[in-house]
């Protein structure tokens, strides 16, 4: 399951479109061909043709068909009311996108797995902020509340679009951890004063490599740069982290599928996952993009298994530590890639002294996904702490008091 996750990363880029070409018949490949010609409609509320209802229902029962509505009640149970209405608007509306639909209806894999509803959820975000519908723009804007209407014009228009972001699985570079990572490397700190190199792994875009490059306020304590158009501010729930200096000597990353921020299509895709709704989450990563274009992240291309052991065989100069952080990353990784992780940083970590210390820090779901942990292990003794319990986005911290 896991590691199907990964080939879906791999597999699904660029290829489904062209399987739906080649291998549509009949109506389907009727859908395909007429997408251009289909008439477009106005902006008052669309009204389904007897013939249209009758697909809806079966396409209802086909897989994949509700994964819109299931995800709508996740995104309205998170808080997120807007995102889940555009959803079921757009369960109601995907006849108008056929070439869309058509891809959903022979997704390989499971749909949910693939997280469809959220690749669509951000197609429809990325064409609102291009301003492609105006009525989808002016629904995104809060100018008015017609979702039927401005979903059903926007998948008319923009079927092709749609379906060319369906192909790309939702990739997201969360700034907020960095406050986690931070809270963490402050609290090693504290016992080791020197300054600590980064390894960075599924780093994404790398933009948590510029953690030094933004401001934080962790508690009742400050630091990083206060001049920073990146703030990261959690709300704070219990003891405040240490008090000490936030020194990074070098930091560099790895992930299967990077996305470049100087790239303006893997910027604009970032953002599109940052959701209507979030606007703090959505100003901060494009804060932090501007400061990525300034002074690009080191992100290598790669297996993260693979690329970590050749960086911890690197000679760590004496009065520097080294710091190993993952956030959101170990749920994509096979149980046999885990177990491998933490072999080659048990066997990293026998070699550490108090002069070449070296830490892991994760910020992960646990195995039961029932919390999110701020762990932190640290070599030579090879400890572990859980130092925090924390918001899936870093929106909040709650700070574990030491045993
Ligand atoms: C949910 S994202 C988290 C990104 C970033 N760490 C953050 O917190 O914003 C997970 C990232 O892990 C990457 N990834 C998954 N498996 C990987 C592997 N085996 N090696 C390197 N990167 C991987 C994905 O491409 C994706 O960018």
Redesign the pocket.
């Known amino acids: 399951m896991e590691k199907d ?2 080939v879906a ?1 791999t597999e699904c880029r660029d290829t489904r479109l062209e399987k739906i070409r080649a291998t549509a018949h009949g109506p389907e490949r009727r859908e395909v061909d007429n997408v251009a010609a289909k008439p477009r409609p106005t902006d008052k509320l669309w009204t389904k043709t007897p013939a249209e209802s009758e697909w809806m229902t079966k396409r209802a029962e086909v897989r994949g068909g509700s994964e819109f509505l299931r995800q709508a009640d996740r995104c309205r149970a998170m808080g997120a009311p807007f995102v889940a209405s555009v959803l079921e608007a757009v369960e109601r509306q995907l006849p108008h996108a056929p070439i869309s639909a058509a891809m959903i209806r022979s997704w390989e894999g499971d749909p949910a797995a693939a997280a469809i509803a959220m690749r669509f959820n951000g197609a429809l975000n990325a064409l609102a902020r291009r301003g492609a519908s105006a009525s989808l723009t002016r629904l995104y804007g809060g100018d008015h509340s017609d979702f039927d209407g401005a979903i059903a014009e926007a998948l008319s228009l923009e079927d092709a679009f749609i379906a060319r972001w369906l192909e790309h ?7 907020a ?1 960095a406050g986690a990572i931070v809270a963490a490397l402050l609290t090693a700190r504290t016992r080791w004063n020197m300054p600590f190199e980064l390894l ?6 790398g ?2 490599l510029n953690l030094a490059r933004y401001f934080y306020r962790l508690g009742a304590i400050s630091v990083g740069d206060p001049t920073s158009a990146v703030r990261v501010e959690p709300q704070w729930r219990g003891p405040s982290p240490p008090i000490a200096p936030l020194e990074i000597a070098s930091a560099r ?7 470049d921020a100087s790239n303006p299509e893997h910027r604009e895709r970032l953002l599109s996952f940052a959701w209507a709704n979030q606007q703090d989450r959505y100003k901060r990563l494009e804060a932090a993009l501007q400061i990525a274009s300034i002074h690009p992240p080191r992100v290598d291309q ?4 693979t ?1 970590l052991n050749e960086r911890l065989e690197e000679p760590q100069p004496e009065g520097r530590g080294r710091a190993v ?5 170990i ?3 096979s149980d046999q ?1 885990r177990l491998q992780i933490d072999e080659t940083m048990e066997q990293a970590g026998a070699r550490a002294s108090d002069k070449r210390p070296l830490l892991r820090i994760g ?1 992960e779901w646990t195995p039961d996904r029932s919390k999110v942990e701020l762990r932190l292990t640290q070599w030579p003794t090879g400890s572990t702490r859980v130092l925090a319990i924390c918001h899936p986005y870093g929106d909040w911290l709650d700070w574990q008091p030491t045993a």
């Open positions: 996750a990964k990363v699985p939702p990739q997201t570079n969360e700034v951890r960075d792994l599924g780093t994404s875009a933009l948590n990353g790895v992930d299967l599928q990077p996305l790669g297996d993260a298994m690329w952080i993952h956030t959101m990353f749920q994509y990784l890639d910020f």
